[in-house]
């Protein structure tokens, strides 16, 4: 019995290649947090337990593993939405909770932080939106508890949330002993066999077949091997909004972006007349369909989703999806090269495309969004929010870039929180660029404090349409106006440099070149003024389908 509880966490966190823990101290939970000062962990302080549970998710989706620690009652009930957005999107993050000592649980006696005779209401939220919840109360058995609760969140690929009595914390336990923990699930065989004779019969047979790749695949780090796929059997591949394809948006076999009648003609075409289109990883959500506006017959597709296929009215379960790629593509024929009649990346905003300024003319949503396109480079981290995610569905990415935005869960204001973690989880060196809608923003905005705090150097686009758009084109009404902020003077007053305020094309040119030589301090904030009705055609086609449920 030679570490304390915390200790064992800790080391165990480490050797996964968790760097950092995002959260708040509060009294259940300190003796946790003075370990962790001295652990060769580092504490981020957020500043509120939501935007840590934001800022965990957005590490977890570029480390593999992302973990916030809060404390007990307002801490853990604060992160509820971030933990959901978790569990919706298949991320995994641990979520450490102190609790009252240990007596209490049984005695219930009234304490702060606590629902009077209800000590069991954290743990019984959590059971809803987490893969794995428990109490951590007996320090025999701490280990064997801490190993299954990350087991778990690693396996499945989901939240999991540890609440460690305030007293248990300092306990001791046994050295933590040497383990691998399994990232996803170990496929049963047969089921394994007969889902991929069944594809590869049905894809092998000829016919035109498109591959709508999912947040899965980036969860399981199969982008290589689903390029592979593609490049073998000469599959077509689209991008999504939920799950957005930035490993192959660049690769001959991408046809372009797919969400439903906010597709182009092209893509539209050739997706909805396909014989099997294939959802690998991808939700068939409302916000992936553009609404429901696709026009797919059920037996055109085949889901692969949440370790089971369902094709043909069959469904096989516990098949993981790098298994199942990988047994594809040994099964297929070779049919490499681009699939014929295929629209060519097919994105409204690409770097093959031409960009002059136009100096004096007013800037709008269309023409900001041509101008990133040439602004990304390899390698770049790019967050998107909310109404700039849906724009950014037709922004082509280059080669190698991480994109990261909740679109199923669709919580504005995770990104800019995703944003923080994202600046503690790249590489040196690496840009990290944050597409933020003025209403997604003043969500989260206090993060911009933690990142001059911690000199981190994110390049931060603010769209500034006053108000709510995506809301606006459902239904107007004065609910959607926000306050009228400074954006770009927002880090000055947390000790960072003054942003820029974008107004015209030729604003947007000066804020490019000093964007492109920024080192800080802090982020640098960059306010692009737009018409608060100007959207893409994308955008309105998904509001005017929402508008109609």
């Not at 916000?287 to 094709?311: I, S, Y």
């Not at 003319?361 to 990304?376: G, K, M, S, V």
């Not at 927002?490 to 003054?498: H, I, Q, S, T, Y």
């Amino acid at each position: 019995m030679t570490v304390t509880v915390s200790e064992y966490l800790l080391r165990r966190l480490k050797s996964l290649g968790v760097d950092h823990v995002f959260g708040i101290p509060g009294d259940y939970i300190l003796p946790f947090f003075e370990q962790l000062v001295a652990s060769d962990v580092s504490h981020v302080a957020a500043c509120n337990e939501l935007n840590a549970g934001y800022a965990a998710d957005g590490y977890a989706r570029l480390r593999g593993l992302g973990v916030a620690a809060v404390t007990y009652g307002p801490g853990s009930l604060s992160i509820v939405n971030a933990t959901a957005g978790a569990f919706a999107e298949g991320v995994p993050m641990l979520i450490v909770t102190g609790g009252p000592p240990r007596e209490a649980y049984s005695t219930m006696p009234v304490l702060h932080h606590l629902l009077p005779g209800k000590f069991d209401a954290s743990l019984k939220i959590f059971e809803q939106i987490t893969a794995h919840a428990c109490v951590l109360d007996d320090p025999l058995r701490a280990g064997d508890v801490i190993d299954h609760a990350l087991g778990v969140c690693l396996a499945q690929r989901k939240p999991v949330y540890l609440e460690i009595p305030q007293d248990m914390q300092r306990q001791r336990c046994a050295e933590p002993a040497q383990m691998s923990f399994a990232r996803g699930i170990c496929s049963d065989p047969a089921e394994l066999d007969q889902a991929v004779q069944m594809l590869a019969s049905r894809v092998g047979g000829g016919g035109r077949t498109v591959v709508l790749p999912g947040h899965e695949i980036q969860r399981a780090g199969i982008e290589d091997r689903v390029r592979e796929l593609a490049e073998h059997g000469g599959l077509a591949v689209a991008s999504m909004f939920v799950g957005k394809a930035d490993f192959i948006e660049q690769h001959p076999n991408c046809i372009g972006p797919y969400q439903g009648a906010g597709s182009g003609a092209q893509v539209l075409d050739y997706v909805e007349s396909a014989d099997t289109v294939i959802f690998l990883g991808c939700v068939a959500s409302d916000f992936n369909l553009g609404g429901f506006t696709a026009k797919l017959r059920e037996e055109q597709c085949v889901h692969v989703l949440d370790n089971r296929v369902r094709v043909a009215g069959r469904v096989f379960s516990d098949v993981s999806i790098a298994d199942l790629v990988g047994g594809l593509r040994t099964a297929l024929p070779a049919k490499p090269g681009r699939p014929i009649n295929a629209p060519l990346q097919a994105f409204a905003h690409s770097a093959r495309k031409p960009y002059q300024a136009q100096p004096g003319t007013a800037l709008c949503n269309r023409r900001f969004y041509d101008r990133i396109a040439h602004f990304l480079r390899a390698g770049d981290v790019v967050l998107a929010d909310a109404g700039c995610a849906i724009n950014a569905t037709n922004l082509q990415l280059p080669t190698a870039t991480r994109y990261i935005a909740a679109c199923y869960w669709a919580s504005i204001g995770m990104g800019f929180g995703a944003t923080l973690g994202a600046c503690f989880a790249v590489a040196p060196g690496q840009r990290v660029i944050a597409l933020e809608g003025d209403g997604s923003f003043q969500m989260t905005a206090q993060e911009v404090s933690s990142m001059v705090r911690y000199d981190k150097t994110a390049i931060v686009f603010v769209v500034n349409n006053r108000g709510y758009t995506a809301e606006r084109l459902i239904h107007d009404g004065p609910f959607n106006d926000i306050a009228d902020w400074k954006y770009h003077r927002l880090a000055e007053v947390f000790g960072g440099v003054r942003g820029e305020d974008v107004h015209t094309e030729d604003d947007l040119e000066v804020a490019l070149a000093r964007a492109g030589q920024h080192r800080g301090p802090g982020p640098l904030l960059i306010e692009i003024h737009l018409d608060p009705w100007d959207a893409s055609e994308a955008f309105r086609l998904m509001s005017e389908a929402l508008r109609s449920h």
